[in-house]
């Protein structure tokens, strides 16, 4: 295995599109590494260039410690896993796994033994006799990884592999990756737009918005303490509430009254919104301690949650997680109150998080 550099990584189609924009990314030998953003971010366009697929417009490839820019896709010793699986439809499960293996003119007994690994890794065993049409969704992605698996690269790159499956068989799919990127200590680069996958899955994960890296960190750092007001408003469902406030006496509070604790650090003149994760919220009876009046403008019951929207001192759609048994019926006259780990604060005109 092999750790991956990107360099001022920089991408622009003859059109004019701009779609990667010097990123810069160092990810470790045995790292799962994963890109995340919203359609359009560049993505794809990163992935394709570290497998070869594309060729950038400038910067540089590093995999382990060998300048890539020039060499094809074959000799990058990487293998990719697309969202579409990409099987021979005339080949049965053994022979899509072995023909990579046979291509590279492996002995016999060789491909045999790896096939056999590949196939107990992947749980295959009852499949291998059967042709694409005979198997789920599922399994024929898991026979899209192991024959990513059977050829043993220094790194495997991930593109959506798990766009195309239902929620359960994700969720599944996701634990196996995990699990296997472990055992064989693999490089992996994950590809994704879908932040319970990135979370989940991801050592590290890079946040990428329009061509750029907006934050790199573990999916704890990323998750509270956002790098951005677009990291904020991307991570977390439903994401932060983004809730203006002003440095008064020492405190941080809200235009309608809410009194956060503030982070150490706070800069001084300048216009300031707090990112607060709905958790870091309660909705109160009317009068509680701390709370400031408000009204509850829906519930979302999600079975082990309920999501309240509230309006209060002037700010909409203000986001409450809370357990479900605490019901409150809309248009309730309620109290709102910070109870939560200080909040994140940012810049308005940079947008960047200050404290
Ligand atoms: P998605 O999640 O939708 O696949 P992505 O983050 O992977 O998105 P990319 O596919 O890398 O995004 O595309 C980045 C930008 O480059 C987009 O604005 C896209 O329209 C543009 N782009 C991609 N391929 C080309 C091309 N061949 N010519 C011109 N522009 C392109």
Redesign the pocket.
């Known amino acids: 295995m092999a750790g991956i550099e990107v360099t001022a990584l920089h ?1 622009r ?3 004019g ?4 924009d010097h990123v810069d990314l160092s990810i470790g030998d045995g790292e799962l590494f994963v890109m995340l ?12 260039a570290i497998a070869g697929l594309e060729r950038q417009t400038t910067g540089d490839i590093h995999i382990g410690n060998t300048l890539v820019n020039d060499l094809p896709p074959a000799d990058r010793d990487i293998a990719m896993v697309f969202q579409f699986y990409a099987l021979y439809p005339h080949l049965k499960t053994r022979d899509n796994l072995a023909f990579p293996l046979r291509a590279e003119g492996l002995p016999k007994a060789e491909v045999h033994k790896r096939v056999n690994e590949a196939a107990r890794l992947m749980q295959l065993g009852p499949l291998l006799d059967r042709r694409p049409r005979q198997l789920s969704g599922g399994e024929q992605q898991r026979v899209a990884l192991a024959r990513a698996l059977v050829r043993r690269p220094r790194a495997f790159l991930m ?2 592999p798990l766009t195309n499956l239902d929620a359960e068989l994700r969720a599944d799919m996701r634990t196996e990756i995990k699990h296997l990127q472990g055992e064989l200590g693999a490089t992996m680069v994950y ?1 994704t ?1 879908d932040q319970v996958e990135a979370m989940s899955l991801g050592h590290r994960i890079a946040i ?1 918005n329009k ?1 750029r890296v907006e934050q790199i960190g573990t999916p704890l750092e990323v998750y509270d303490r956002p790098a951005s007001l677009f990291c904020a408003a991307f991570i977390g469902s439903p994401p932060m509430n983004l809730i203006e406030v002003e440095v008064a006496d020492g405190t941080l509070r809200s235009k309608g009254g809410l009194v956060l604790t503030p982070p150490p650090g706070l800069p001084r003149d300048r216009s300031l919104v707090a990112g607060v994760r709905p958790e870091a919220l309660e909705v109160t009876e009317p009068g509680a301690e701390r709370s400031v009046p408000a009204r509850v403008v829906s519930a979302e019951w999600l079975g082990d949650e309920i999501i309240y929207v509230v309006d209060y001192g002037g700010q909409h759609d203000v986001r409450v997680r809370m357990p479900p048994t605490v019901r409150f019926a809309t248009d309730a006259r309620v109290g709102l109150r910070h109870t939560g780990a200080t909040p994140a604060v940012y810049d308005v005109s940079t947008e960047e998080l200050v404290a």
């Open positions: 991408k189609y003859p059109d599109t701009v779609a990667v953003g919203p359609s359009g971010c560049g993505k794809t366009t990163t992935l394709r593109d959506e590809v737009h990428l061509g």
